[in-house]
């Protein structure tokens, strides 16, 4: 098991602006099943990224993903109201401990 | 569609056993990684396992290894969960999830989870 570290813990943002999340591995994973997941209060978790970079269906492109071996990016390039959530990232068995997106 | 749907006791006693099922419609169940993925309250996921349906072929997050089965439910459509030896620290949410195409840990469609409380 590969620990995967988030941060920041909570990003207070205001609509319209960038969100920048981050998801550090402690050693070097394949880029191939790193994913990306939002979860909003009383929801299920939702794949938003899968592979790193690639969109699941139906995910508005605002939404990416980047990043290799131990170092992972999810970015939100203009927040709506319906984006501030709890994101997770997770590989293979594990998953980070999750990033909150809060209204400021 | 597909759905997926949870379903279990509810309250399960210490040191019992929780029997959960999961039930999917919609799509065949054929052919698929299916997991499920745990939340304790105010807490992040924790993946327990994955069955894959056509071979029964299964795999467990090392820590929970000792006390979980996955297996074909009894109906052709489902997936079951059992817990062994319970404790406080298995109460959660517990949810069943599909892999995708390319992998089995990406868990591509959710069911909306079912309550698992552990007390006497």
């Known amino acids: 098991e590969i620990p995967l570290t988030q941060s920041p813990g909570t990003l207070s943002l205001s609509p319209g602006e960038r969100a920048t999340l981050s998801c550090r591995a402690s050693q070097i994973i394949s880029s191939s099943f790193l994913a990306w997941y939002q979860q909003k209060p009383g929801q299920a978790p939702r794949l938003l990224i899968y592979?790193?970079?690639s969109r699941a269906s139906g995910i508005p492109d605002r939404f990416s993903g980047s990043g290799s071996g131990t170092d992972f990016t999810l970015t939100i390039s203009r927040l709506e109201p319906e984006d501030f959530a709890v994101y997770y990232c997770?590989?293979?068995?594990?998953f980070g401990q999750g990033t909150t997106v809060d209204i400021k | 569609q597909m759905q997926l749907q949870e379903s279990g006791p509810g309250l399960v006693k210490p040191s019992e056993t929780a029997s959960l099922t999961c039930t999917v419609s919609?799509?065949?169940?054929?052919?698929?990684?299916w997991s499920w993925i745990r939340q304790p309250p105010g807490k992040g996921l924790q993946w327990i396992g994955y069955?894959?349906?056509?071979?029964?072929?299964?795999n467990y997050h090392p820590s929970l290894k000792s006390r979980v089965t996955i297996s074909v439910g009894s109906s052709k459509n489902q997936i079951s969960l059992r817990l062994t030896s319970v404790t406080a620290a298995d109460t959660a949410i517990y949810y069943c999830?599909?892999?995708?195409?390319?992998?089995?840990?990406?868990?591509?469609?959710w069911g909306q989870g079912t309550q698992v409380t552990v007390s006497s």
């Open positions: 999830a599909r892999g995708t195409i390319s992998s089995p840990a990406t868990f591509g469609s």
């Open positions: 069955i894959y349906y056509d071979t029964g072929y299964t």
């Open positions: 997770q590989h293979s068995e594990t």
């Open positions: 592979d790193a970079s």
């Open positions: 919609g799509a065949s169940i054929s052919g698929s990684y």
